[in-house]
């Protein structure tokens, strides 16, 4: 039978258990293999243009398979354990679901509790340790079952995998057909039975982990709400999108000539999913790659470096689109709009709440001389004119119109706490005060679930709409003959706020994220779009 790993959000300190015996490396052993193993075989492949298209090395180099070995994830999990001391056996357990999943579910099939920072001392000691910082890897994915999908019970970690069967009986899911002599091999090699099913391919089986609820709590361990803290599926399943492309078929895109997906034996097959996980975090695996030896990262750095050049190429180039229009200038005043267009399937940004994108605009006189600007970066990763970055317990709200230098258009969402305290702690995130995020294409922002709302201003823009937002600008500018207006639509996936709000936690996670931030700042910036239009 299936046995559900269904693990429910962060709950109250008083109905957690303490942290369970370490589990048996051999029970680790029985229910996944290390993807070192799969590598073996899945590795040295060549699409028919000569380009390298290795599953396992394109996957080790993505923030997949360094979900265990991200030291923002680290700094962010030791903060809530600071913030909520006794519920931190309920939060290891929970936060290493996703991030720590053999060893997770490991530990769920014993009936215990999996721990964060007990594996990651162990990564290089022990079997089980060994497990934990292999991410999430290729048994986890290609073993879970589509019995649960796009129901409740599935998201927040609630993946199904048969934890029951003998592991000379253990089926392991992709999309192609498998014939009985290679069935055999890749049984002998790896334990695991091979069998078609197209449920790999569904975007229900990324939400089993890219669907996050928490539960908030208080100074006192109270539960006093519940917070979607990040659900790109449902923002997803709000979209056009839903009926045209999956989460699959943007982030792992198909080649479309007949490719090999083994080195042994090889065969070509159609549509071969390339495993590497495009997403927009350039600034996590530039941080991975700068400190690999210290985080002990297995990619090579050339294909740390090939992954960084794939995920800036998706941003900058499939994400979202700019435009500006009306120009119109007075004898003192500048008018214009820039309209920007989100082109991905769910919100821009999406998924944790660190992430944001801005609005950098510029007015040059014929010499180059900036007569106006909003939103330029500084040197710390904050931007000039955010109240947020300014005062932690402030916040930029949703702009219709700009009229001054120091108000910035910034899609980001805001948390408060039970107190309405602006907050980037998300167990004590209650609800969103802002959120602006641009919407995909289809989105409905007046009858969507209050999971996926938009929050604040940008709720009664109407220039706010799905698939972007328009912005009016009118500013003083007094400069006659030409001028030149350039727009940048700016993201970074970690927020200044949400890394230097770690410099006050003492303890070795924090200060080492903080110091890899501020050490590396110059990268975390990254340009989705641009347009420039000069008048005369």
């Not at 009016?472 to 890394?499: C, K, N």
Request: charged fraction near 20%; glycine fraction near 6%; hydrophobic fraction near 40%.
């Amino acid at each position: 039978m299936q046995i559900k790993i269904v693990l429910i959000p962060i709950l109250l300190a008083a109905s957690t258990p303490g942290l369970a015996d370490p589990v048996d490396p051999a029970a680790a052993a029985a229910l996944f293999q290390h993807s070192s193993q799969c590598v073996v075989c899945h590795s040295d492949l060549s699409a028919p243009d000569g380009s390298d298209v290795s599953i396992g090395t394109s996957w080790r180099a993505t923030m997949m398979a360094n979900a265990a070995r991200d030291p923002y994830w680290h700094a962010a999990v030791r903060r809530e354990v600071l913030d909520h001391p006794a519920a931190q056996a309920a939060i290891e357990d929970k936060c290493s679901t996703c991030h720590m999943p053999m060893a997770h579910v490991t530990a769920a099939a014993a009936g215990g509790q999996s721990e964060v920072f007990a594996n990651i001392a162990s990564m290089q000691a022990d079997p089980v340790g060994h497990f934990a910082a292999d991410g999430v890897s290729c048994t986890v994915c290609h073993q879970i079952g589509a019995d649960n999908f796009g129901s409740t019970g599935s998201f927040t970690g609630g993946f199904s995998i048969d934890t029951t069967a003998p592991a000379e009986q253990r089926a392991i899911y992709g999309p192609h057909e498998v014939d009985a002599g290679r069935q055999r091999l890749m049984q002998s090699a790896s334990s695991f039975t091979p069998e078609a099913s197209d449920h790999l391919k569904a975007s229900e089986l990324c939400a089993t982990c890219h669907t996050l609820y928490t539960h908030a709590l208080d100074d006192q361990g109270n539960e006093v709400g519940q917070l979607a803290e990040q659900v790109p599926y449902l923002e997803w399943l709000a979209s056009d999108f839903r009926t045209t492309q999956s989460c699959q078929d943007c982030h792992m895109p198909a080649l479309t000539q007949d490719t090999p997906i083994s080195s042994v034996l090889a065969q070509p097959r159609p549509a071969l999913s390339q495993h590497i996980f495009l997403g927009g975090n350039t600034f996590m695996l530039t941080i991975l790659g700068k400190y690999r030896g210290e985080l002990g990262v297995p990619a090579l750095p050339q294909e740390l470096d090939t992954a960084i050049r794939r995920t800036r190429e998706h941003l900058e180039n499939e994400t979202a689109a700019l435009a500006i229009g009306n120009p119109r200038r007075t004898r003192d005043t500048l008018e214009f709009e820039v309209s920007v267009s989100n082109l991905a399937g769910h919100k821009l940004p999406t998924a944790y709440p660190s992430r944001r994108a801005w609005l950098h605009v510029t007015v040059r006189d014929a010499a180059g001389t900036v007569l106006f600007e909003s939103g330029t970066v500084r040197a710390d990763g904050s931007i000039a004119g955010n109240a947020g970055d300014e005062d932690a317990a402030s916040f930029e709200p949703h702009y219709a119109e700009i009229t001054r230098a120091d108000q910035v258009q910034i899609y980001e969402p805001i948390l408060v706490d039970w107190q309405d305290r602006v907050t980037t702690g998300l167990l004590y995130g209650v609800r969103y005060i802002k959120d602006n995020r641009l919407l995909p294409a289809g989105f409905d922002k007046g009858t969507v679930s209050a999971d996926v709302a938009v929050v604040g201003e940008a709720l009664a823009d109407a220039d706010f709409m799905a698939g972007g937002d328009r912005v009016r600008y009118r500013v003083p500018v007094a400069a006659a003959g030409t001028l030149t207006i350039e727009a940048e639509l700016m993201f970074q996936s970690i927020g200044f706020r949400w890394a230097e709000n770690l410099a006050a936690y003492p303890a070795f996670e924090t200060e080492r994220f903080v110091a890899y931030y501020r050490d590396t700042i110059e990268d975390a910036a990254v340009r989705l779009a641009s347009r420039t239009v000069t008048l005369e």
